[in-house]
């Protein structure tokens, strides 16, 4: 079913801050795997149970469902802190113990616990009261893999929290409840189909832009928690599936088809009119692209530039977006994907598509509207239909219409 490039969410729009970086989606190109069947978990007094479901929950089992975040960083070795941490085997026996800290490191396929004993190749953790991953406080468990010298941390994360915890990366606390309402629903519809399809059998969603970005439990807002609170267990479906719920900052006015975007269409991703970003920051923008930023990108593309460089807009879809560029200098003349343009001049300052480019003096004037890849939600319109009083049901079915909204298992 990922026969499109599933393309992580959105864009940061942290701290309030326009300028932060764009991202765009990459693609995931993993196979769907099995997964594992959990053994049934045994509980311990002291300690909450060791994560029976490191693999999502049975269904009905406890009534929370999990999802599996692979935790980016260092893969030579990893800090854990907690009070008190445990750790078992698959076996579900105790491996070790230990208060405070642990450095965990992988030699070929077994796990070193703390520089001296050798376990095996997979361990569950938990910390009472708490666990800390590195930087990040887990809300719930870690699964621990050695793969050929590499360690892996899986977050064993409850659904909603790790909707809180996405949403507090993808969406400023400032934005109107119904709007964050509406962004919790997406967050939550793309974790549950992913986990439908997982990369890997040992996880769900990579916990950074390949995916959704998630840093763990700090400093997730109330106005977060009540976001993914409100709308518990709700998922965007297109016929009884889950939506492919993609979202992007600003549209700059009109929002754009997958099928312009990445070459695929899906009915519920079609262009639409929207004209509630018109207070983004980045409704429209102007890049100053200096003279050597232009040679060093065309350089990257494959045309050396000399003194007659060109960079032209050969094509557009039919929201108006680039979709063709060509670059030429000499005899070298290059046409290619506008969107390949956009990775190599830079996600945030060529914030979008939608967008001309002009050569000035001494510099090339790239000016356009919106930010990120248009297709599906456009949260700062969002923002503005929450403002005019939409609620975030009206919100979804603008943005991805003719989908339903409804409870996590249909
Ligand atoms: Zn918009």
């Avoid at 002291?46 to 009534?63: D, E, F, K, L, N």
């Avoid at 002009?358 to 239909?385: I, K, S, Y």
Wanted: proline residues 9%; glycine residues 12%.
């Amino acid at each position: 079913m990922r026969l499109l490039p599933l393309f992580a969410a959105g864009l940061l729009l942290l701290s309030g801050c326009a300028g932060a970086p764009s991202r765009e989606p990459p693609q995931r190109v993993s196979p769907p795997a099995p997964r594992p069947s959990p053994a049934p978990p045994p509980t311990r007094p002291g300690i909450t149970p060791r994560p029976g479901a490191v693999a999502a929950s049975p269904p009905g089992a406890t009534g929370i469902r999990f999802i599996r975040v692979l935790l980016p960083g260092e893969t030579s070795g990893v800090v854990l802190e907690g009070e008190t941490i445990r750790a078992w085997g698959v076996d579900g026996r105790l491996a070790a113990e230990a208060t405070g800290r642990v450095t965990l490191a992988a030699v070929g396929e077994r796990i070193r616990w703390n520089g001296s004993r050798l376990l095996g190749d997979t361990l569950d953790v938990a910390g009472a009261p708490d666990l800390r991953v590195g930087s990040r406080e887990v809300a719930g468990r870690v699964r621990l893999l050695a793969r050929k010298g590499e360690l892996l941390a899986v977050a064993v994360v409850p659904l909603e929290a790790y909707v809180a915890a996405v949403l507090s990366r993808e969406a400023p606390p400032r934005f109107h409840p119904e709007a964050l309402a509406a962004l919790a629903v997406a967050v939550r519809t793309y974790a549950v189909g992913a986990a439908a399809k997982p990369r890997d059998p040992e996880y769900d969603v990579v916990g950074s832009v390949e995916d959704q970005v998630f840093d763990g439990m700090d400093g997730v807002a109330a106005a977060f928690r009540e976001a993914a609170d409100r709308t518990r267990g709700l998922v965007v479906r297109y016929r009884g599936e889950p939506a492919r719920t993609v979202y992007h900052s600003t549209c700059g006015g009109r929002t754009e088809d997958a099928g312009s975007a990445w070459g695929k269409d899906v009915p519920y991703l079609r262009a639409q009119p929207c004209d509630d970003c018109a207070d983004s920051p980045v409704y429209r923008w102007e890049y100053r692209m200096p003279e050597a930023e232009a040679r060093r990108v065309a350089k990257a593309l494959g045309v050396p530039p000399g003194k007659d460089l060109r960079i032209v807009v050969t094509g557009r879809t039919p929201t108006g977006r680039a979709s063709r560029v060509r670059i030429s200098s000499g005899g070298v003349s290059r046409e290619l994907q506008a969107a390949e343009f956009r990775k190599a001049a830079g996600y945030g300052k060529v914030r979008s598509l939608k967008m001309e480019i002009v050569p000035a003096a001494g510099e090339w004037r790239v000016t356009g509207e919106g930010w990120g890849h248009g297709v599906g939600m456009c949260q700062f319109g969002a923002n503005g239909m929450a403002k005019r009083g939409a609620g975030f049901r009206g919100i979804l079915a603008r943005y991805y219409p003719g989908s339903e909204i409804g409870g996590e298992t249909p």
